[in-house]
């Protein structure tokens, strides 16, 4: 905040809102306060009682009105101080106590008005800009003027006195200035560091939900890719059992045995991703060899031709190259039709790795949208690792799922 701040502006409270208090210095140990406090008024409580300038019975009197003003600040000036907001009513009726309780002795010894020290910092804490204004200034030349019109001094003393005071309240009207910039740049710091770890707690819970719906995505994809087609593999291999358990038998045993290792694939693909592992299909194996074992698998005729140099790949990369192969060929079983061949092509290159599925069966209007989730998820997957998915097919003339996967390059530049 600015140095030129209108008057009107309000002096902040010592205690400040909800969420900046431990970032004050005064809000982590009000100790301080109290001690400058009693230092303050012990010194002023000696120097009333040890001036030659009164008699013993105006300095006791003096000391006696004064000494009300420690249990005033411990009872009720503290715990204003100390608040974290309230009614203004209520700092300003301690303030216009405490000065209540300095004037009458400060008239009647002129050294007690080194109390003054104590009050100032408080009027600037408790009150509004005019407001403490004029508190101070009441307490710097009040004080003076009583003595005048009191003792009777000679004129000489009076303009002394009269010119510490105006010097008094030009230095309170300056430091009170300063501690309230210094207090609002305080608060305004606070205030940032508060808004500052509200947002990066918000980026967390985000990132987080960002996360979570991340893997949830992941896990549905798997899913899918795994354990539903598995499922809905079994589901027709027993609808074809059903129908050939009366007129041919060798092919429903064929079947039945197709569902038991297609069980088995579903309880391995389980298990790992409990585990958080590699496929069941990729584990120790390479990625040709794990095409042909999911092309044994399939109940429709399935070939793979592997062109290029294979070699290990990242994880990655390979896990795309098979969930690929999965998803085309659990189509190709569900909507190709009778009869339908199924053609994996997998291809090595320096540059990229391309899976290519490719079917005979009935195909479909390629312009008509899609709305399943699968091979929505297969271009997913494919954009994940900076690839892209292309599917083709033409009514009547089979259906060609291809992804090409860019490769790091293997020379390391």
């Keep these: 905040m600015s140095a030129d701040l209108p008057l009107e502006e309000p002096a902040r409270r010592l205690s400040g809102p909800a969420g900046a208090r431990d970032s004050d210095a005064w809000d982590r140990s009000f100790l301080p306060w109290d001690v ?36 005033w600040y411990v009872w009720v000036g503290r715990a204003e101080l100390m608040a974290r907001a309230g ?36 009027c600037f804490m408790l009150l509004r800009m005019r407001l403490a204004l004029i508190a101070v200034a009441v307490i710097n030349i009040a004080p003076v003027v009583g003595w005048a019109v009191l003792w009777r001094p000679d004129a000489q003393t009076v303009f002394f006195q009269s010119l510490f005071a105006l010097v008094s309240l030009a230095f309170s009207a300056v430091l009170g200035s300063w501690i309230i910039q210094i207090i609002d740049q305080s608060r305004e710091r606070a205030a940032l560091i508060a808004e500052l770890e509200a947002g990066r707690e918000e ?14 995505e992941r896990m549905s994809r798997e899913i899918h890719d795994t354990l539903a087609q598995g499922f809905t593999s079994v589901l027709m291999l027993l609808q074809a059992v059903d129908s050939e358990l009366e007129r041919d038998l060798p092919q429903a045993r064929r079947h039945l045995e197709l569902m038991a290792d297609t069980a088995r694939q579903n309880l391995a693909e389980a298990r790992a991703l409990v585990a958080g592992g590699a ?9 040709p ?41 659990a189509n190709a079983a569900k909507h190709a039709g009778p ?5 994996i092509a997998l291809a090595y290159s320096d540059a990229a790795l391309s899976v290519s599925v490719r079917d005979t069966g009935c195909g479909f209007d390629n312009s008509v949208p899609l709305g ?17 998915a292309d599917v083709r097919s033409t009514p009547g003339r089979g259906t060609t799922v291809t992804v090409r996967l860019p490769l790091p390059d293997r020379s390391g530049t």
């Design 36 to 71: 400058y406090f009693a230092v303050v008024w012990t010194a002023t409580l000696i120097f009333t009682l040890a001036t030659p300038s009164s008699g013993w019975p105006v300095r006791l009197v003096a000391a006696a009105l004064f000494v009300l003003l420690a249990p």
């Design 87 to 122: 009614a203004e009513r209520y700092p300003v009726r301690y303030v216009a106590g405490s000065v209540l309780l300095f004037l009458a002795p400060a008239i009647l010894v002129g050294e007690t008005r080194i109390a003054a020290f104590a009050l100032v910092p408080q």
């Design 203 to 216: 980026i967390a819970r985000l990132s987080a939900d960002r996360g979570a719906l991340a893997e949830r």
């Design 279 to 287: 496929p069941a299909d990729l584990d120790d194996n390479s990625l």
């Design 289 to 329: 060899d794990a095409l042909r074992r999911l092309a044994a698998r399939q109940d429709t005729a399935a070939s793979v031709e592997v062109t290029g140099t294979a070699r290990p790949l990242a994880p990655a990369l390979e896990v795309v190259a098979l969930r690929t192969c999965q998803e085309a060929l």
């Design 339 to 343: 009869g339908t061949t199924v053609a």
């Design 372 to 388: 399943g989730y699968g091979l929505n998820g297969l271009r997913a997957r494919a954009a994940e690792v900076g690839g892209c």
